[in-house]
């Protein structure tokens, strides 16, 4: 495989457009582009015609406008390029009105409200800034969908509303720096994936994956991850296959993933990709995510993307690097050799730790679901309780700063703040500390709190936000004429008002809870308690001031997460009483009927005793469980939410524990599902 002329193949990238419109159609494209303008339909009419030529020249037969609806994945609706040609014939046609909108049915997709039955048609509006794409032989278009009446339903349209507002503020900011050739910011983004792969025979045989997506009941296996020997390891050959066809896929269709190894847990592996513009690293992932589950099919595993598919074990994440890029290459979260570029790093960063200070709840919202809950909090998961690592170096300087002092990190290396230079501090100092939310590593911010299984439009899109508003707050007072002084006065009311959101200790402590309540830091543990936040009218305000989400989306987008939460915990609850009543029950039932007829040889068995204690309050759980689904009919969402956080996940877990525990007293051939010995250790 020639990696550099596969690379991007199945893409209709800059390169192919160059070489397939005209001159003139294609100068005036990236102008469109470049400056945010709509494009003509006349152009749009080229473009789809060359489009489509390419298409058909690598077998394609069919064209879909592929968007991300609030479901978290994406969607497609496939259509031919066959147009009658009025002799019993067909001619391939692609017109520029096909291109730039299409019609799906919105009816069936989650909207909070935002459509009615009588109006559930939805629109899908190309979005040139990224790169149509083959996938299974289908051209997919990258699109923005909305409602009938013009609301955002998907994931993209507020991403890129975030993207133009933070590229407006900090083109602002630049420019008053001096640096007037700046035309745009990129928000840069580079998720890192996690992800479990299992045997997909055995997969088949547990219900509670199939229908889940993690395990509902598992005894420990007698080993884990806590040899370590795992992380990093000698990569098992049947994955090593399964990882090449990835990359091979991903590589075609334009995706930089990089790097690949086995993360702690046994049986988890990670997928990290070169940092690149949010937007594409969005549409990116949501790729990645669908060929990892595509190509283990192939190779007879199954990817299990949820955050927390086995108990005990590391969950899998979706470390989220976020920086900020001008168009003129220079990373914004990066200190520079000049005093101004150290200064324009000092007011990024400041604005940074603000904006987080700030909008705690928001960031936490867009990490919030049934399944990051499980993570959340253990197993090299960040808590709940957003903070920031900077390191010592870093806060030390912030310090300094704050109290009018020079900063000494050594004897030798006195530095003046703000009118010379920063140190050299050294890349990734604070990447090890995997109990931080938010850490800087030398050039960006790694956002750890990101389940495995989301789209990472909604943690972009906050931060965004919260940065370009601070941006323009920090735009007032910003002095021309005296840009040093300006710099450390903002720098220094940072650190007073905001400086407690910089932790560079254990997250997981005690004593850091204790002190973050203290401090007044928001402690969200659950869904049920961050999206209450959501629709708080300075919430509201701060998205409307950019005109990011309407509180209409707002409220349709805190309803269809909501709604999800309980959707979710619902299956959960189905799931565990089948596999109880059908499967584990008549189990350990016959496991006590084999022993009872030992009962002549061996009258003290008190393995048997314990395992009628274990069915009769298994037998119990369920019915107690069954009850409580039963009377959420009643009730509204709101307080379904809280029944379900409050009660039944605690008798979820009585269930399970009596269940677990007689899985370790049954003999294995009785046991009707695949053990976590089995699920963790069966890939060779």
Request: hydrophobic fraction near 40%.
């Amino acid at each position: 495989m020639n990696l550099t002329e596969k690379f991007g193949s199945m893409v209709f990238s800059d390169k192919v457009i160059k070489s397939r419109l005209p001159k003139k159609a294609y100068e005036e494209y990236v102008r469109c582009v470049e400056e945010d303008k709509p494009l003509t339909l006349q152009l749009a009419t080229i473009i789809a015609d060359a489009m489509k030529n390419w298409a058909i020249e690598q077998g394609c037969t069919h064209f879909t406008h592929w968007f991300q609806p609030l479901t978290g994945v994406t969607a497609e609706k496939h259509d031919s390029f066959i147009e009658p040609d009025g002799k019993d014939g067909v001619i391939m046609k692609f017109s520029g009105k096909e291109l730039i909108k299409g019609e799906p049915d919105a009816s069936s997709f989650p909207s909070g409200g935002l459509r009615a039955t009588f109006e559930a048609r939805g629109y899908t509006a190309w979005d040139p800034t990224a790169y149509a794409f083959i996938k299974d032989g289908v051209l997919c278009i990258p699109t923005a969908f909305c409602s009938y009446n013009g609301l955002a339903l998907d994931k993209k349209t507020p991403l890129l509303r975030s993207i133009e507002e933070l590229n407006r503020q900090a083109v602002k900011i630049l420019h008053i720096f001096g640096k007037t050739d700046v035309k745009r910011v990129i928000p840069m983004a580079g998720p890192e994936q996690e992800y479990f792969l299992i045997d997909k025979n055995l997969y088949d045989k547990r219900p509670d994956l199939v229908f889940c997506g993690r395990t509902l009941f598992g005894a420990r296996s007698p080993k884990a991850q806590e040899l370590g020997d795992h992380y990093f390891g000698a990569v098992k050959p049947r994955v090593v296959a399964y990882m090449r066809e990835l990359d091979e896929e991903l590589w075609k269709l334009g995706v930089y993933a990089k790097t690949k190894h086995n993360e702690a847990a046994p049986s988890q592996h990670e997928l990290a990709v070169i940092y690149t513009d949010a937007n594409k690293a969005t549409d990116h992932n949501q790729i990645v995510m669908e060929m990892m589950k595509k190509i283990a099919t192939r190779h007879g595993l199954t990817c299990l993307l949820h955050e927390k598919p086995f108990a005990s074990i590391n969950g899998s994440g979706k470390h989220n690097n976020w920086s900020l890029q001008t168009d003129t290459g220079i990373n914004l979260l990066e200190p520079g050799e000049d005093p101004r570029d150290n200064m324009l790093f000092l007011l990024m960063l400041s604005s940074f730790i603000s904006a987080v200070d700030k909008h705690q709840d928001l960031l936490r919202i867009s990490c919030a679901s049934a399944g990051n809950d499980h993570r959340l909090g253990a197993y090299e998961a960040p808590p709940a309780v957003i903070s920031i690592f900077l390191g010592d170096e870093l806060t030390g300087i912030l310090s300094a700063i704050e109290k009018g002092k020079n900063f000494s990190e050594r004897a030798q290396c006195e530095i003046e703040i703000g009118v010379k230079c920063l140190p050299k501090f050294r890349q990734d100092t604070t990447d090890r500390n995997r109990t931080s939310p938010l850490a800087f590593t030398g050039n960006k911010f790694e956002f750890r709190l990101p389940g495995s299984a989301f789209s990472v439009a909604d943690a972009n899109l906050v931060i965004n936000t919260i940065v370009a508003d601070e941006l323009s707050e920090m735009e007032k007072k910003l002095d021309p004429s005296d840009l040093a002084g300006s710099v450390i006065k903002i720098v220094r009311e940072v650190m007073q008002n905001h400086k407690r959101i910089i932790f560079n200790g254990n997250g997981y402590s005690g004593d850091w809870l204790n002190e973050a309540e203290k401090l007044g830091l928001l402690n969200l543990p659950t869904t049920v308690d961050a999206l209450p936040y959501f629709t708080k009218e300075e919430n509201v305000e701060l998205f409307e001031k950019h005109g990011i989400l309407s509180r209409t989306e707002i409220e349709s987008r805190t309803e269809i997460q909501m709604e999800n939460y309980c959707n979710i915990l619902h299956i959960e609850c189905l799931t565990m009483m089948d596999m109880t009543r059908q499967l584990f029950l008549p189990a350990i039932r016959k496991y006590i009927k084999e022993l009872s007829e030992t009962a002549s040889i061996f009258p003290k068995n008190p393995i048997m005793d314990k395992l009628i204690e274990l069915f009769n309050e298994g037998e119990k759980q369920v019915v107690i469980l069954e009850k409580e689904v039963e009377k959420l009919s009643d009730l509204s969402l709101w307080e379904k939410a809280e029944k379900y956080r409050g009660k039944i996940l605690g008798i979820m877990k009585n269930l399970r524990s009596a269940i677990d525990e007689a899985e370790l007293l049954t003999a294995k051939k009785y046991w009707p599902v695949p053990t976590y010995g089995d699920l963790l250790f069966g890939v060779n």
